[in-house]
Nanobody, 124 residues
Framework: QVHLVESGGGSVQAGGSLRLSCAAS????????MAWFRQVPGKEREGVAR???????VYADSVQGRFTISRDNVANTLVLEMNRLQPDDTAMYYC??????????????????WGQGTEVTVSS
């Protein structure tokens, strides 16, 4: 049984940083696609960053240059380093995983597993 558990969310001021983690169990982080999404009330879930098993990392334009997605294969954890946070980054952040190595883009409906989310609030 696969479980994804996010942590690291919180409240920061604009310009600050946060580090989100997604601990996976029943699932090998290193061999498949994993991604971070975020969602605010009333809006669709949007892709933030994804990391396929055998290719590079892809970021949403809105976070390019500020966020970094990485894997810790030993800890079986997906990480999202978020720097220069802005109020528009305020959202619930979710970790997602696919059973295949290539990422299905940022199409949320095509990811197989999801965490429960961790909340990020950025104040101006």
């Amino acid at each position: 049984q696969v479980h994804l558990v996010e942590s690291g969310g919180g409240s920061v001021q604009a310009g600050g940083s946060l580090r989100l983690s997604c601990a996976a169990s029943g699932y090998r982080v290193r061999s498949t696609c994993m991604a971070w999404f975020r969602q605010v009330p009333g809006k669709e879930r949007e892709g933030v960053a994804r990391h396929a098993a055998w290719s590079g990392r892809v970021y949403a334009d809105s976070v390019q240059g500020r966020f970094t997605i990485s894997r810790d294969n030993v800890a079986n954890t997906l990480v999202l380093e978020m720097n220069r946070l802005q109020p528009d980054d305020t959202a619930m952040y979710y970790c997602a995983a696919s059973v295949i190595g290539n990422c299905p883009g940022f199409y949320a409906g095509q990811y197989d597993y999801w965490g429960q989310g961790t909340e990020v609030t950025v104040s101006s």
